[in-house]
């Protein structure tokens, strides 16, 4: 057994899953930089396109179940909270997935297995390829196996490290679920190392940009800035 093989062997292990096509797996660990020492590979970006929307699904779907009194507005908040940047890197080290990437010389010379936007990005394409090597039933598993209880996800959580949900929660009472609009106005960089510029719109009116090397990091930096705007200012 190679050492890439016990690598991704001990991964499996850990997040209680083996893959029946291995290839899958290896993709999704394949950062868009390795290109540059096997330009034949496929890296994971697709993957985390799909990896986005099933854990965005199965939270939802837990939520539902363990809170079932609860608002949509609040659930909404709570996926959010459990799904942002912070909480995708910081599950991505418990698992020690950065052990396994593939990254090119230069990423890897740049610290690219703690970068957190890189390990947020495998997070999401390895759970898209367990979706797609066996189904929406095995990768739900996998991810409540790796989340763990609810419940205190969230009581760990602060709206810091929520900004688009707490954005959200203040203003849907009072204008609706889609008076929020976040749009981007730039994007440069090559495809492993975009840097985007987001606006946060609110009923048609520019209210904080931000940028990062995610669309989710410059969507919450816009929030952010709305929220100087619209939460309340504690008395001094």
Same mark, same amino acid.
């Given at each position: 057994?190679?050492?890439?093989?016990?690598?991704?062997?001990?991964?499996?292990?850990?997040?209680?899953?083996?893959?029946?096509?291995?290839?899958?797996?290896?993709?999704?660990?394949?950062?868009?930089?390795?290109?540059?020492?096997?330009?034949?590979?496929?890296?994971?970006?697709?993957?985390?396109?799909?990896?986005?929307?099933?854990?965005?699904?199965?939270?939802?779907?837990?939520?539902?179940?363990?809170?079932?009194?609860?608002?949509?507005?609040?659930?909404?908040?709570?996926?959010?909270?459990?799904?942002?940047?912070?909480?995708?890197?910081?599950?991505?080290?418990?698992?020690?997935?950065?052990?396994?990437?593939?990254?090119?010389?230069?990423?890897?010379?740049?610290?690219?297995?703690?970068?957190?936007?890189?390990?947020?990005?495998?997070?999401?394409?390895?759970?898209?390829?367990?979706?797609?090597?066996?189904?929406?039933?095995?990768?739900?598993?996998? /991810?409540?196996?790796?989340?763990?209880?609810?419940?205190?996800?969230?009581?760990?959580?602060?709206?810091?490290?929520?900004?688009?949900?707490?954005?959200?929660?203040?203003?849907?009472?009072?204008?609706?679920?889609?008076?929020?609009?976040?749009?981007?106005?730039?994007?440069?960089?090559?495809?492993?190392?975009?840097?985007?510029?987001?606006?946060?719109?609110?009923?048609? /009116?520019?209210?904080?940009?931000?940028?990062?090397?995610?669309?989710?990091?410059?969507?919450?930096?816009?929030?952010?800035?709305?929220?100087?705007?619209?939460?309340?200012?504690?008395?001094?």
């Amino acid at each position: 057994m190679t050492d890439q093989d016990e690598g991704l062997a001990e991964l499996e292990s850990r997040i209680a899953y083996c893959f029946n096509d291995k290839q899958l797996l290896v993709r999704s660990l394949t950062h868009p930089s390795y290109l540059t020492v096997d330009p034949t590979s496929r890296h994971n970006q697709r993957l985390e396109f799909l990896g986005d929307a099933v854990i965005g699904l199965i939270l939802a779907e837990a939520l539902f179940e363990q809170f079932p009194e609860e608002r949509e507005g609040t659930l909404t908040r709570s996926r959010s909270m459990l799904a942002n940047g912070d909480q995708l890197s910081g599950l991505a080290r418990e698992i020690d997935l950065g052990s396994v990437l593939r990254l090119g010389e230069a990423e890897e010379a740049q610290g690219g297995r703690e970068r957190d936007s890189i390990l947020e990005d495998a997070f999401e394409s390895l759970i898209g390829a367990v979706y797609l090597d066996s189904g929406l039933e095995s990768v739900s598993t996998v /991810v409540r196996q790796i989340y763990g209880p609810l419940v205190e996800r969230l009581e760990n959580q602060t709206d810091s490290h929520n900004p688009k949900g707490r954005l959200q929660e203040l203003l849907q009472p009072d204008l609706g679920n889609d008076a929020i609009e976040y749009k981007v106005t730039a994007e440069s960089g090559p495809d492993h190392e975009k840097e985007f510029t987001i606006e946060v719109w609110v009923d048609g /009116v520019c209210k904080g940009s931000g940028s990062g090397a995610s669309k989710k990091l410059a969507e919450e930096q816009a929030a952010r800035m709305a929220l100087e705007i619209f939460e309340p200012t504690p008395d001094s």
